[in-house]
């Protein structure tokens, strides 16, 4: 019964490749997000979701490209991946400001 | 734009002895302050928040203190166990933004037996 559950744990993929990883939640929350962490465990905000909608980019490139087909689902596709994508990523969701975030298990990344 | 700053990045203490972990946030709008441990390997969990109407909370041998004015809160361990080796991380949230969390740096806390 995993609060927020995302595959796959590891993804070792060569440069210019294009990969997915799938996060879901049953914890019947509105808001999911993307977090990135770097080599360094700084944890840094990719983007925001609510009920399927983007309301955050991050800043973040337009390789990477999440998507929502209901409220309990974010994927994370990432185009045409580089040395610099190589972190571990994790989803994560809650019921919206000002409460707990439960994050998954995250993906570990490496780009080589 | 939002900064939250934490020190130390690494601490070091006798099991027993307490810890204490302070961070400053830049947004005074931030209302929400969660505080999450992460095991080598493991996804954060959250052990203690506290809310901008609270300048203290505690829950066992842990406690947050918040200080609005200087934008200043700190986690307090006492009567540090091998088990809460970990790093820490501080973090802010502020209305209007989703919810989203601006997270410090990070502590990396070893508790020697």
């Known amino acids: 019964d995993t609060a927020v559950s995302q595959t796959p744990k590891y993804l070792v993929t060569q440069m210019g490749n294009d990969k997915s990883i799938k996060c879901e939640q049953n914890l019947g929350h509105d808001t999911m997000y993307w977090y990135k962490q770097d080599s360094k465990k700084f944890l840094k905000i990719m983007f925001s979701y609510n009920n399927k909608e983007l309301i955050i980019n991050e800043t973040v490139p337009n390789r990477f490209s999440p998507k929502s087909p209901d409220k309990a689902h974010l994927n994370l596709h990432i185009n045409s991946l580089e040395l610099g994508d190589s972190a571990v990523y994790f989803c994560a969701s809650n019921l919206g400001e000002g409460t707990e975030a439960f994050f998954g298990q995250g993906t570990r990344l490496t780009v080589v | 734009g939002e900064n939250v700053e934490q020190h130390p990045s690494t601490l070091s203490v006798q099991e027993g002895d307490s810890a204490v972990i302070k961070c400053t946030y830049s947004d005074s709008a931030s209302n929400y302050f969660p505080w999450y441990k992460q095991e080598l390997g493991k996804r954060p969990q959250l052990i203690i928040d506290i809310r901008s109407n609270v300048g203290e909370k505690k829950d066992q041998r842990i406690a947050v203190t918040l200080n609005k004015t200087a934008k200043h809160f700190s986690l307090h361990i006492t009567e540090t166990q091998p088990e809460d080796s970990a790093v820490y991380f501080c973090?802010?949230?502020?209305?209007?933004?989703?919810?989203?969390?601006?997270f410090g740096q990070g502590t990396t806390l070893q508790v020697k037996p």
């Open positions: 973090a802010a949230s502020s209305p209007g933004n989703t919810g989203k969390l601006i």
